[in-house]
């Protein structure tokens, strides 16, 4: 069984078809890639699979159970995290916190025991704050764990966005174009990092990207996508030497 | 990790001791009569300004969103309260001092149920929609409370008198009441903020489409927020009644929910410690400007612009002041005294 799967995926806004016949499917730990010209409809397939948009044909089926229907966070916590094109960082909160609001629906405990500040509340936060600690630390950032989000440079933002969908334990990680912005030393160190989160945390990845060394170099599969439809998938061997995706991307 | 455990226990102890000694001292001048009448009243009024800014800070501030419909919450509490306070008092069921904390809590629990049904539709929007819908109900609220069919409830714009305690013989004893509330509310709302339901709420405030992506709850945690507010500026709408003896619905309007709005914005969106300075400010301020009647309100609004113009993230912005922390820089400094003077 396949840890997802869609068939037949589709959404349609208005009278415009931003998505037709998706069919896509990811083993688990593998690392995927998706890619496709501008407006190809790829971030569309993430706001799909995340509950952000509902299908109007199609099927997801993620650890053989449908979830067209849950809400976002919901199908965050099934075990789908994201990061996001533009970064959305809580940026007024601490490194900490940010990474703590992605930790915190795996540490309960009710209202009553926030207010009071009962024994619940010492023992699920501390334990929390470790966890998150010891998740900055495997990125090089607990130095900065109390700084706020937004006082951080660029590339540490996008690391944290990572680093906070990975908090919420997720089986499979979306990651949107993570490589905007970078130059080449920081693509390649991307590249390893996102190798060693398949190692240490056993998920698989879908990545969204238009760094084509990045997508070459780390992906085992490759979606292409084209006007909302799937035009090719295969290795990145196979997809380099695909006539339909030069045709796309070169036009003609 | 034992270190800062140690530490938090040090400042739960400092504050402690410094709420005891504030009221101990408030107390003393209030019951013993060295505050006359008028200024006994001006300081329990502080009390419930204070937990009505700092319950609208968990919305304006944690939550981020404006609404402008808090004195509609009160009066509903006001008018829950008064109404049991009447029924059990007047029968000899119960005193007033035992009556009076069930009151509030019904006070509370009635506003909480009218918070859930303006928040279900209201949560929706955001911003300047969500202020003017909640401006709306809010108004709803104020006029509702003159219909004729609610008279035998309201008894409408002639006013519902409510039982007070007798300022003769028990000067101190709505002190008393109006502290302690305030106290447990301030200290609920800080640990509130820092646990892992107001992370939430602050999550949705930061950034409510990341937040749902991270497994926030966001309408839910919305809601809550929002019937949190409601349910604590029901309890202070019970007493405010209580403490004034009649309730009058031309004084829960519009004026007074963007008052309160005003002592949690001067005070800085966020900031629990800026809301109690403000709304202490704020209260005291037209009093002492009594003098001046004629000027008062213009004056009144001329600190407002100043204060607006220069800090228009408010005088505290989202900082916390830490009175503990205060005392252990001062220690500290002692201690550093101390040793260079050694040296």
């Not at chain 1, 849950?70 to 990474?99: C, E, H, S, W």
């Not at chain 1, 025991?113 to 929390?128: D, G, I, N, Q, V």
């Not at chain 1, 590339?155 to 990680?173: M, V």
């Not at chain 1, 035009?231 to 070169?250: C, M, Q």
């Amino acid at each position: 069984m396949a840890l997802l799967e869609t068939k037949d995926l589709g959404i349609v806004f208005g009278g415009l078809k931003a998505l037709d016949d998706v069919y896509l499917k990811i083993e688990e730990k593998e690392i995927i890639g998706l890619i496709g010209p501008n407006g190809a409809g790829k971030t569309t397939v993430f706001n799909l699979l995340t509950g952000v948009y509902t299908p109007t044909k199609g099927a997801i089926r993620f650890m053989g159970k449908s979830i067209i229907g849950k809400k976002p966070y919901q199908i965050n916590r099934i075990g789908i995290a994201r990061t996001f094109q533009n970064i959305r960082l809580f940026k007024a909160m601490t490194v900490l916190d940010n990474v703590k609001v992605a930790m915190q629906q795996h540490r309960r405990y009710n209202v009553v025991s926030a207010m009071f500040r009962l024994p619940p509340y010492w023992k699920e936060e501390r334990k929390m704050t470790e966890e998150a600690r010891e998740l900055l630390k495997i990125f090089d950032m607990e130095d900065v764990a109390e700084q706020q989000a937004s006082n951080l440079p660029y590339g540490q933002q996008r690391k944290l966005e990572i680093l906070r969908a990975l908090a919420a334990r997720p089986k499979l990680l979306l990651l949107d174009e993570p490589a905007a912005g970078m130059n080449p030393t920081e693509t390649h160190e991307l590249m390893e990092t996102i190798r060693r989160i398949r190692e240490m945390f056993g998920v698989a990845i879908l990545l969204i990207e238009h760094d084509m060394s990045l997508v070459m170099g780390v992906c085992e599969r490759i979606y292409v996508l084209d006007y909302g439809t799937l035009i090719a998938d295969g290795t990145p061997e196979e997809i380099r030497s695909n006539e339909k995706v030069i045709k796309a991307y070169l036009g003609g | 990790m034992g270190k800062l455990k140690k530490k938090t226990g040090a400042y739960y102890l400092v504050n402690t001791v410094l709420t005891a000694i504030l009221f101990t001292v408030l107390f003393l001048l209030i019951s013993g009569r060295t505050l006359n009448n008028y200024w006994s009243g001006v300081v329990v009024l502080i009390c419930i300004n204070v937990i009505l800014a700092v319950s609208l800070n968990l919305v304006t501030g944690i939550l981020g969103q404006l609404v402008l419909g808090h004195a509609g919450f009160m009066l509903v509490g006001a008018y829950a309260a008064a109404n049991f306070t009447r029924a059990v008092v007047t029968n000899g069921t119960m005193s007033l001092y035992v009556a009076l904390p069930i009151a509030m809590v019904i006070g509370g629990l009635v506003a909480a149920v009218f918070g859930v049904v303006i928040g279900i539709p209201a949560l929706r929007l955001r911003g300047d929609y969500l202020a003017i819908i909640t401006l709306g109900f809010g108004e709803i609220i104020r006029v509702m409370a003159n219909a004729s069919f609610l008279q035998p409830v309201t008894n409408g714009a002639m006013g519902l008198s409510v039982k007070t305690f007798s300022n003769r013989t028990d000067p101190g004893a709505m002190f008393v009441f109006a502290f302690v509330v305030m106290a447990l509310v301030i200290v609920i709302s800080y640990t509130f903020g820092r646990s892992r339901h107001g992370r939430s709420v602050i999550a949705i405030r930061e950034d409510e489409i990341a937040a749902e992506a991270m497994g926030v709850n966001t309408t839910y945690y919305k809601l809550f927020a929002f019937v949190l507010a409601a349910f604590i500026a029901g309890v202070a709408g019970a007493l405010y009644a209580h403490h004034i003896g009649m309730i009058d619905p031309s004084k829960f309007d519009f004026n007074r929910s963007v008052e309160i709005l005003i002592m949690v914005v001067l005070g800085g969106m966020g900031s629990i410690s800026g809301s109690v300075i403000s709304a202490t400010v704020l209260t005291i301020l037209p009093e002492l400007l009594r003098g001046f009647s004629d000027y008062r309100m213009l004056l009144y609004s001329i600190i407002l612009i100043c204060v607006m113009l220069f800090r228009p993230s408010g005088l505290l912005g989202r900082y916390e002041i830490s009175l503990p922390k205060l005392v252990d820089k001062l220690l500290h400094r002692k201690e550093k005294a101390a040793k260079t003077g050694e040296a």
